[in-house]
């Protein structure tokens, strides 16, 4: 197989998974974006976190919140709980690296604030961990997943949002989880600007 053929199959392949997963996700991602939209209206703030490329997705989420997406609006509440390294490491050595996220959750987490949580498989401790907290503190949870759900599925109760994306590469998952998030804050925007319209 030459290299030209597997840029082409790198591309049919995330265009199939959006495909499934717009088909799946349409409702859920509207329910996101609702209970997003809520917690900024009532003073809540969104926490999110993940690992590896899941890190990088709960920072750029935080960031397109935090400044703004594609149109002019005040910024909104959002932390990502992967970026303080001083934080994080403390955690993990006077701890266990499975309560990372969790830790801080118990600091800065109210009733009302909503946890997005993104991890590909599911089956992350410190991120199961923190949907645990999260439920603890009274807050709900937005589960970015993948493949079968893994653990997360089963820690997800009522009022909470599961976007799980129909596929089994890490990849593919990766890359539609980017596509959710813009949704998101899309319609987020959407919302907010239509209030004060």
């Known amino acids: 197989m030459n290299l030209q053929t597997r840029i082409q199959q790198h591309f049919t392949a995330s265009i199939e998974t959006k495909q499934k997963a717009l088909g799946l996700l349409q409702e859920p991602i509207l329910q996101a974006a609702q209970l997003v939209f809520t917690s900024i209206q009532q003073n809540g703030k969104i926490l999110s976190c993940g690992n590896g490329g899941s890190a990088g997705d709960a920072q750029h989420f935080s960031s397109e919140m935090l400044n703004r997406f594609e149109q002019e609006r005040r910024g909104l509440p959002a932390i990502a709980l992967t970026t303080d390294t001083s934080t994080l490491t403390s955690i993990a050595n006077d701890y266990r690296y499975e309560r990372v996220f ?96």
């Open 102 to 197: 969790a830790r801080q959750i118990e600091a800065l987490g109210r009733p009302g604030d909503v946890l997005l949580a993104i991890s590909t498989s599911g089956n992350s401790a410190n991120v199961n961990r923190a949907i645990e907290t999260a439920h603890a503190s009274g807050m709900r949870v937005i589960a970015l997943s993948g493949k079968a759900g893994g653990e997360m599925k089963d820690l997800l109760q009522d009022g909470d949002v599961e976007l799980r994306v129909p596929a089994d590469s890490t990849a593919r998952i990766q890359e539609t989880h980017l596509l959710l998030i813009h949704c998101i804050c899309d319609l987020v925007d959407h919302l907010l600007l239509a209030e004060t319209a």
